[in-house]
């Protein structure tokens, strides 16, 4: 094996130069992939646009990677936005006015948007029309360019129906399975040029939860370690002793984790969750949108109408 030394120039890549460019390089997803294949080269061949997209899942899993991946295919422009800069119809009625013909529009957590919003968002995906308020007081709908709206959500049921129903397409990306999280740590360890026994490649992984985010940023944390300590190679005992630096367990799981996992232990009912949020010290979103989902994935937990337990 040759081994390279790490790169330690002050550039840091920038996110997008880190994502799959793609869809043989986007690891996973294998059915939704598919379906994205088919519905490009049918809007190839009748020279027309792509029908609307829903994408849901868990954060980090690659929504927005491949909605650059499908609009590159499609050799079309990429316009992303979040729901928080959409605060009035007028803005959304002056993004939709600036996309061109076959233009991508992502909309991140789009079942945070305003009724008044979506209403505008309606008749712009079904007649590709918006209605311009004049300064009269009277309005005039107006004809924009055909497009495609992929709308990523966390949260698919807090969606209005009248909105779930524009969506062609509805995806939900599931868990990476354990050999496609190799694939994925393999790809974010070369990008960033760490040198490693292969034999480790499988034991790492299981230290890191099913999620793309997640093995990128244990991939820059392996990299600094290795920079830090001056080496050019991770062997198992720079692994142990990187392991043991982190705190990182099997699955991702970190210190707070395992604090809950004690805490509900030694409690002798099920914990709701303001009380093991007062125990942690963490406000009750951030246990429940940040922790108790890893714990949840690992059947470390489960959910009952009397509050947590262990599984």
């Known amino acids: 094996m ?48 792509l029908g609307h997209i829903l994408f849901s899942g868990s954060s980090g ?21 979040t729901w928080y800069a959409l605060s009035k119809p007028s803005e959304l009625v002056s993004v939709l006015n600036s996309l061109d013909a076959g233009d991508v529009l992502f909309i991140d957590e ?9 209403e505008v968002l309606y008749i712009a995906m079904e007649d590709f029309l918006i209605d311009m308020v004049m300064p009269e007081g009277w309005s005039i709908r107006l004809p924009i360019n055909p497009f495609t709206l992929i709308g990523a959500t966390t949260k698919p049921e ?14 939900h990306f599931m868990d990476y ?3 496609e999280k190799k694939k994925i740590l393999s790809q974010y360890l070369a990008f960033y040029q760490v040198n490693y026994q292969p034999s480790l490649l499988s034991e790492i992984s299981k230290k890191v939860a099913p999620v793309p985010r997640e093995i990128h940023n244990l991939a820059v944390k392996i990299r600094d370690y290795l920079i830090s300590k001056k080496l050019t190679i991770l062997t198992p005992q720079d692994r142990s002793d990187f392991l043991a630096h982190t705190q990182i367990q099997d699955g991702g799981m970190m210190p707070i984790h395992s604090k809950y996992l004690e805490i509900l232990e030694t ?20 246990l429940e949108e940040d922790i108790e989902p890893l714990l ?10 009397k509050g947590r337990i262990l599984s």
């Open 296 to 305: 949840l994935k690992l059947w470390k937990i489960t959910k009952t109408t």
């Open 110 to 118: 789009i079942h945070r948007l305003k009724p008044t919003i979506e």
């Open 2 to 49: 040759e081994i390279k030394r790490i790169a330690t120039t002050s550039q840091t890549p920038s996110p997008a130069s880190q994502r799959p460019a793609d869809f043989d390089t986007f690891i996973g997803q294998e059915p939704i992939k598919a379906v994205l294949k088919t519905a490009i080269e049918s809007a190839k061949l009748r020279a027309g646009e």
């Open 177 to 179: 399975t354990p050999e």
């Open 158 to 171: 807090s969606l209005s129906q009248p909105m779930k129903n524009r969506f062609i397409y509805q995806f």
């Open 61 to 81: 899993f690659g929504k927005t990677t491949l909605a650059g991946i499908l609009s590159k295919q499609m050799g079309t422009s990429l316009k992303v936005v």
């Open 267 to 286: 409690a002798d009912r099920p914990l709701g969750l303001k009380s093991l949020a007062i125990q942690l010290g963490v406000s009750e979103k951030t």
